[in-house]
């Protein structure tokens, strides 16, 4: 049996931490020695595999993760990012969060509503920077109520962060069958 292949957006807010999340779960760049984030200019694809039990079977689940940056100039750029996505990774950080809520919102509408997808499709990461980040302070719409809402914390909860993604690909899958 063929390989699954998933095309995966990571979108949010600009300074959010999305490239240094996308690097770490693609494994690209080793997050230790990682420079300071430059802004993403429109879109980034990193392709990777994950081993993935699907059915009872292991298998490699190749992943196409497109980090788009949260700058709206780029916004013209969205119907063409949106062709073919299976889910979507919304990331917001403290130093977002006065107007993550509402961009959140806004990203959800375009890529997981008008898209089709369902809530199942959709994560919510909350890149805490810091271990006493507090996920409370992100006001999200009662829209988020069937969407998983998860911290991560590349450095000191990488594993975790792993784990977290592997279970929304496992959501994905699912809901695609």
């Not at 997050?31 to 993935?52: K, N, S």
């Not at 689940?61 to 063409?80: M, N, R, T, Y």
């Not at 959140?104 to 509408?109: Q, R, S």
């Not at 997981?112 to 959709?122: E, G, N, T």
């Amino acid at each position: 049996m063929a390989d699954i292949m998933l095309k995966i957006l990571i979108i949010g807010p600009s300074d959010s931490g999305k490239t240094s999340i996308a690097n770490f779960l693609s494994e690209s760049i080793n997050v230790e020695e990682a420079g300071t984030p430059r802004p993403t200019q429109g879109a980034r694809i990193l392709e990777f595999e994950l081993p993935h039990n699907v059915n009872e079977r292991q298998r490699k689940v190749q992943i196409e993760l497109w980090d788009c940056s949260g700058d709206h100039k780029f916004e013209s750029c969205w119907p063409a990012v949106r062709v073919g996505i299976q889910g979507v990774i919304l990331v917001c950080s403290a130093n977002t969060v006065n107007v993550a809520g509402r961009e959140i919102e806004l990203l959800y509408n375009y890529f997981v509503s008008q898209a089709k997808l369902s809530a199942k499709q959709c994560v919510v990461f909350y890149n805490c920077l810091y271990d006493q980040d507090d996920m409370d302070s992100l006001n999200l719409s009662p829209t988020f109520s069937k969407v998983s809402q998860v911290p991560v914390n590349i450095k000191t909860g990488g594993n975790r962060l792993k784990i977290d993604f592997s279970n929304f690909i496992t959501s994905v899958l699912q809901s695609i069958k």
